[in-house]
């Protein structure tokens, strides 16, 4: 097997930095969430897959035949496979722990910015930002690590940001029965700003509101409140 690339990073001094030291940001990511519908590739059909790759990155100009470049079909496909293993999670089995004391309605909980990248399903090219989560709990409470994972299982997809956050929003809504949900996600989309689409480092903005937040303007402007200075800090 080749290598695929993946295990350590080159940093600019030209050696080497094990992979785990990469995972600054959030010592509790993981990608091993259960694979309910793990996807199965025939090692015929990657083979084929390579093929294709080759054909139109050779036809769009690049030198295949290089040191660097021999195995970019076969690393270009791996990075897809691990960049969309969202599809084979589920989250129903993350697990919500039920809530001891009594809550107000009002009483919000907030996490974030949980970092993410996604593939736009336009173009398969990555949007990547934060995520931001309210919920007023109701009977259960959920940890952090937890919502991370329900973040990075619609977001390791091919998807767009509004269905994204939908689908965040109704999975919390689902598995935990809170009063509210409230999801914000800001991302910068490299489609549009690899080819100069639009203003570098512009960023997309989204909400989804589930229950009391839909009623209630106070809540949504704390929420968002809460979230933007959590993003100015990050
Ligand atoms: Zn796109």
């Known amino acids: 097997m080749p290598n695929d690339g993946d295990g350590d990073v080159i940093d600019i001094r030209g050696g080497l930095i094990p992979g785990p030291l990469r995972q600054v940001t959030d010592p509790e990511e993981t990608t091993e969430w259960e694979q309910v519908s793990p996807r199965h590739i025939d090692p ?21 035949d290089t040191p ?4 970019t079909p076969n690393r270009f496909l791996k990075a897809m496979f691990d960049a969309t293993s969202g599809y084979e999670g589920d989250e129903k089995l993350l697990t919500a722990f039920p809530n001891e004391s009594a809550e107000s309605e009002y009483n919000q909980v907030v996490e974030g910015g949980i970092s993410f990248y996604a593939l736009c399903e336009h173009h398969a090219l990555p949007f ?34 509004e269905w994204m956050g939908r689908s965040i929003a109704d999975a919390l809504f689902d598995l935990m029965e809170p009063h509210g949900v409230a999801v914000y996600l800001e991302a910068e989309h490299l489609c549009t700003q690899m080819r100069g689409v639009r203003e570098e480092h512009s960023r997309t903005v989204t909400t989804f509101w589930r ?9 949504r402007r704390e929420f968002l409140e809460l979230a933007r200075n959590g993003s100015r800090t990050s």
């Open 44 to 64: 015929a059909d990657w083979e084929r897959f390579e093929t294709y790759v080759s054909e139109i990155f050779d036809a769009f100009g690049m030198d295949l």
């Open 211 to 219: 229950g009391a937040y839909e009623e209630n303007a106070d809540l």
């Open 128 to 161: 990547h930002g934060s995520a931001y989560l309210g919920y007023i709990p109701h009977e259960r409470i959920i940890g952090l690590s937890k919502l991370t994972r329900l973040v990075r299982l619609f977001a390791r997809r091919f998807t767009v940001q």
């Open 68 to 71: 660097g470049t021999r195995e």
